[in-house]
């Protein structure tokens, strides 16, 4: 039923405005004012030294003491009028409905006793007594006008108070439903003004609703779309078009060398403006060592591309210094977004279950993030070249980053001072060092629930549970069971398997005993946030493990779990899901824990489960082929017999 003008409220109008205007007003203020006040980001919190750092750490400081551009933006004008808008509507709405005055047509509250001047629950002889000395008082023919309005209201006011009063049905209407003649029927009205109906506004009214339903609507959500394009990984956000080209060009067997390629394609790099002297940037590809010499024939032949592909081998072969300062401003920019990029691949072959893209594209990141190569990790601590780290590997044998750390302190030291450093280079070598992840622990065990103790059948659903504890060693409980079940252990089995059972079951208890205490101790400690060392990288980062899990039924295997874990402070437990192959046999499976800050302290372990098969599960599907192999010989059989009766016709 269409509306009619009475049902519109005009005054709950007023209010559903006030609303309205609020949800607007006050989120909106929120976030301008959330935005204005967040703090810049503060320098390394490695307590590092070196002329790297400190030279970050004062361009920083610099960078947060100048004034914001920003605050000026035309953006930033637009928005703030916007919002000084929103409230001068907001506030004039208010004050509107606190000094309206109110409606004549409001009826007054009906109150028999206070008409009569007495107390609620009043006896009748009182109810009586106050009738007749106000009936005298206020009867018309005692006033000069006895048929005046006023008059003659109050008068039948007082009558109607005293008969409901002393009626014991309207009495208790009155005292139930606030009405004598009992319960009021339901008045539902429409919070919106009333002159949206009358016929003068229609033309007004329908113009309105036209551009708030084609234009306005339409291009608030176009512009919510535009911005919000993007396909969520890891909580960053990459365009469609990016995913797409990820997509289509990340394979099973994708490197290294293959994926820099790909992410300098990344079409969120062509707003990286174009520069006079783009063109000297080819000089970067004749500095490279030939081991990481870049392809002839390139992949993408964009511009951008092409440029954003020299500058990530700018940053992973340290040329900087090769580069001008232009464009040293478009290789942070670079740099900047290649951790979302990178998220957008690892979502990519996850969703392919590649593994060896996701290690690769980890790994992609570790080198930019400090600018060398797997190879070179020794270059990831201050004052190290290329020299200090071939000595160390031809005189310590340390050809890596983490034997390099494990060396006794003074043997280090010894080595450092032979090289010519002085000792406040040897002292901030150490504080890096102590940063650093250099020992880090990963146990595991493989849980199979609702199973026989002994065994994974095929299809079932198994669950790795793993830690990770930082300064911590390594034991592996890999058990095809469930823990939470004592196994089953029967008198034909030997007391080796016994004993064995047993030893495992106290090292388990052991283990998760140590874990319950470390947690009890960080209980009321928050989380400490750990940065990576990284003086080259233009932003600070925070140091992030994953957790994956791949087969290796194939030559480049198949992703079967992966998880990002974050920081790891002391300890972390948690926990991978996949499902057992449908074939039996003997597979094997690596387990990977990577860091995507550092190179060298990556953690890899295979691991073999035996799966058997399911003979109930074969029993049934033996059954099930069986039937289904019967009832179609039976309508074979029916259509036969249907020929043949055709043909004895």
């Known amino acids: 039923m269409k509306p009619t003008e009475e049902q519109y409220n005009d005054a709950a109008s007023d209010y559903f405005v006030i609303i309205l205007l609020s949800l607007v007003a006050i989120p909106s203020t929120y976030f301008f004012v959330r935005n204005r006040l967040q703090k810049p980001e503060?320098?390394?919190?490695?307590?590092?030294?070196?002329?790297?750092?400190?030279?970050?750490?004062?361009?920083?400081?610099?960078?947060?003491?100048?004034?914001?551009?920003?605050?000026?933006?035309?953006?930033?004008?637009?928005?703030?009028?916007?919002?000084?808008?929103?409230?001068?509507?907001?506030?004039?709405?208010?004050?509107?409905?606190?000094?309206?005055?109110?409606?004549?047509?409001?009826?007054?509250?009906?109150?028999?006793?206070?008409?009569?001047?007495?107390?609620?629950?009043?006896?009748?002889?009182?109810?009586?007594?106050?009738?007749?000395?106000?009936?005298?008082?206020?009867?018309?023919?005692?006033?000069?006008?006895?048929?005046?309005?006023?008059?003659?209201?109050?008068?039948?006011?007082?009558?109607?108070?005293?008969?409901?009063?002393?009626?014991?049905?309207?009495?208790?209407?009155?005292?139930?439903?606030?009405?004598?003649?009992?319960?009021?029927?339901?008045?539902?009205?429409?919070?919106?003004?009333?002159?949206?109906?009358?016929?003068?506004?229609?033309?007004?009214?329908?113009?309105?609703?036209?551009?708030?339903?084609?234009?306005?609507?339409?291009?608030?959500?176009?512009?919510?779309?535009?911005?919000?394009?993007s396909v969520d990984s890891s909580l960053v956000k990459v365009k469609q078009s990016t995913m797409r080209l990820f997509y289509q060009t990340v394979e099973e067997g994708a490197k290294l060398k293959i994926l820099t390629e790909i992410l300098g394609a990344s079409e969120e790099y062509a707003a990286i403006p174009a520069r006079e002297g783009d063109e000297q940037l080819e000089r970067v590809s004749k500095l490279l060592p030939d081991k990481h010499a870049m392809k002839k024939t390139r992949r993408f032949n964009m511009p951008y591309a092409i440029k954003a592909h020299l500058l990530i081998y700018s940053q992973l072969c340290r040329l900087q210094s090769e580069i001008k300062a232009n464009h040293q401003d478009d290789l942070n920019e670079v740099l900047k977004q290649a951790r979302n990029l990178i998220g957008g691949m690892i979502t990519i072959s996850s969703m392919k279950n590649f593994p060896l893209p996701v290690v690769e594209s980890l790994q992609l990141l570790q080198s930019l993030t400090q600018s060398c190569w797997k190879e070179q990790s020794l270059l990831q601590l201050p004052y190290m070249t290329d020299n200090i780290a071939f000595d160390a590997n031809k005189k310590l044998h340390a050809n890596d980053i983490q034997s390099f750390c494990l060396l006794p302190q003074p043997k280090r030291k010894e080595f450092l001072q032979a090289n010519k450093l002085s000792e406040q280079q040897i002292n901030d070598i150490e504080a890096v060092i102590a940063h650093m992840p250099t020992v880090m622990g990963l146990s595991y065990e493989c849980v199979v629930h609702g199973e026989e103790a002994d065994k994974i059948m095929t299809g079932a659903i198994i669950t790795l549970n793993f830690t990770i504890t930082r300064g911590g060693t390594d034991v592996d409980f890999k058990w095809n069971k469930d823990v939470t079940k004592k196994p089953k252990i029967t008198e034909e089995k030997t007391q080796e398997v016994v004993d064995s059972v047993k030893e495992a079951e106290d090292l388990l208890a052991a283990q998760k005993a140590r874990l319950k205490k470390i947690k009890e101790q960080q209980k009321d400690n928050e989380l400490k946030k750990r940065y990576?060392?990284?003086?080259?990288?233009?932003?600070?980062?925070?140091?992030?493990?994953?957790?994956?899990?791949?087969?290796?039924?194939?030559?480049?295997?198949?992703?079967?779990?992966?998880?990002?874990?974050?920081?790891?402070?002391?300890?972390?437990?948690?926990?991978?899901?996949?499902?057992?192959?449908?074939?039996?046999?003997?597979?094997?499976?690596?387990?990977?824990?990577?860091?995507?800050?550092?190179?060298?302290?990556?953690?890899?372990k295979d691991f073999k489960l035996r799966i058997q098969k399911d003979e109930e599960a074969e029993r049934l599907r033996r059954e099930e082929e069986q039937r289904k192999k019967r009832k179609q010989q039976k309508k074979q059989e029916e259509v036969s017999d249907s020929d043949s009766e055709e043909d004895d016709e």
Request: include cysteine; charged fraction near 20%; charge should be negative.
């Open 42 to 229: 503060e320098p390394h919190e490695t307590d590092c030294q070196c002329s790297l750092c400190k030279d970050r750490a004062a361009s920083a400081s610099k960078k947060a003491a100048a004034p914001s551009s920003s605050a000026f933006s035309t953006s930033t004008i637009i928005k703030s009028a916007v919002l000084v808008l929103l409230w001068a509507l907001l506030l004039a709405q208010v004050f509107y409905v606190v000094t309206k005055p109110e409606s004549p047509e409001a009826a007054p509250v009906f109150d028999p006793y206070t008409i009569l001047g007495l107390e609620m629950g009043a006896p009748e002889d009182q109810i009586k007594q106050a009738y007749r000395s106000l009936s005298k008082q206020y009867h018309p023919d005692r006033f000069p006008d006895p048929n005046d309005e006023e008059v003659q209201n109050r008068y039948i006011a007082l009558v109607k108070a005293y008969q409901t009063l002393t009626d014991e049905v309207t009495r208790n209407n009155w005292e139930k439903y606030g009405n004598p003649d009992g319960p009021r029927a339901a008045s539902v009205g429409i919070a919106l003004p009333s002159w949206l109906v009358k016929k003068d506004n229609n033309a007004a009214v329908l113009g309105i609703y036209m551009i708030a339903l084609i234009v306005l609507l339409p291009t608030g959500v176009g512009m919510w779309w535009k911005s919000f394009k």
């Open 532 to 604: 990576v060392h990284a003086p080259l990288f233009p932003e600070k980062r925070e140091e992030c493990w994953w957790v994956v899990v791949q087969d290796n039924k194939t030559n480049f295997g198949k992703l079967v779990g992966i998880t990002k874990v974050g920081n790891v402070d002391s300890v972390y437990e948690g926990t991978l899901q996949f499902k057992a192959p449908e074939e039996e046999g003997t597979l094997g499976y690596t387990l990977w824990l990577v860091c995507d800050g550092y190179h060298g302290f990556d953690k890899k």
